[in-house]
């Protein structure tokens, strides 16, 4: 069964890694994908090609979710491209990880504008197409160290905390008009940024989680698809941690 049969997913920085699963995962139950990269690329190129192989259109857009107008100019054109949005993934972000006493404002302000900024710009921006429709799901990616902190990323973790407290309030705000609004806070994922850590980082990692492995991007994959599809209905303002138990 195809959970996501004639709806329509935008999903920020889905190039690669886990919006990338996401992208797939969602093609392969129905959708059509609108994703975005900061550039036209070859991953942008072969994603769009997966997803025509599966029978639905994907299609790719330059554009920078942390600046307003573009986000706006975004949703239009998907529209316009789609002919509607019924899912949004906030997926892009961002590290530049130091130790507070050696973080930059540039580093800060960076952090937060392409983590928690592109939030508020693709929020708002799919606002009037999924209240014109009447329903919708909006799914922010936050991480474990927005709920729990970690030393060396105040920036990040400030920045997915944030994602936490949009969640909630745009689910209070936006419930009304059957537009729900949710968070996932994925823990140690293996992607090409976590492949390069030393094996005795990985393996120190693995001792603090109860099921003792890190997880994939389809891990995540399938709890957006599930908060993206009408399975969760009824689901809306809140955390799932994809972390194999590692906070608990």
């Known amino acids: 069964m195809k959970l996501l049969d004639g709806k329509t997913a935008i999903i920020t920085g889905a190039a690669r890694g886990i919006g990338?699963?996401?992208?797939?995962?969602?093609?392969?139950?129905?959708?059509?994908?609108?994703?975005?990269?900061?550039?036209?690329?070859e991953n942008v190129k072969s994603l769009e090609n997966e997803l025509a192989e599966m029978g639905v259109k994907g299609k790719g857009y330059a554009s920078d979710a942390s600046n307003f107008e573009a986000s706006q100019k975004l949703v239009d054109q998907v529209v316009e491209d789609f002919g509607q949005v019924d899912v949004l993934i906030n997926n892009a972000g961002i590290t530049r990880d130091t130790l507070l006493m050696r973080m930059s404002e540039e580093q800060w302000d960076l952090v937060l504008n392409v983590n928690l900024k592109s939030a508020f710009n693709m929020t708002k921006a799919v606002i009037g197409p999924m209240m014109r429709k009447k329903a919708g799901s909006i799914i922010n990616m936050s991480s474990i160290v927005g709920v729990g902190g970690n030393a060396a990323q105040v920036n990040y973790s400030a920045s997915?905390?944030?994602?936490?407290?949009?969640?909630?309030?745009?689910?209070?705000?936006?419930?009304?008009?059957?537009?729900?609004?949710?968070?996932?806070?994925?823990?140690f994922i293996i992607t090409d940024m976590t492949a390069k850590l030393p094996e005795?980082?990985?393996?120190?990692?693995?001792?603090?989680?109860?099921?003792?492995?890190?997880?994939?991007?389809?891990?995540?994959?399938?709890?957006?698809?599930?908060?993206?599809?009408?399975?969760?209905?009824?689901?809306?303002?809140?955390?799932?941690?994809?972390?194999?138990?590692?906070?608990?």
């Open 200 to 248: 005795k980082v990985v393996e120190e990692w693995k001792k603090g989680i109860p099921l003792k492995r890190g997880g994939t991007p389809e891990d995540v994959a399938n709890t957006a698809l599930f908060l993206a599809s009408d399975l969760s209905a009824y689901i809306s303002g809140q955390v799932i941690q994809v972390t194999g138990g590692m906070l608990i």
């Open 20 to 41: 990338r699963a996401i992208a797939l995962t969602f093609g392969k139950h129905g959708a059509n994908v609108a994703f975005t990269d900061m550039a036209i690329d």
């Open 160 to 187: 997915k905390a944030g994602m936490i407290g949009i969640t909630k309030s745009v689910a209070k705000e936006l419930g009304g008009r059957n537009i729900r609004c949710n968070a996932i806070a994925p823990g």
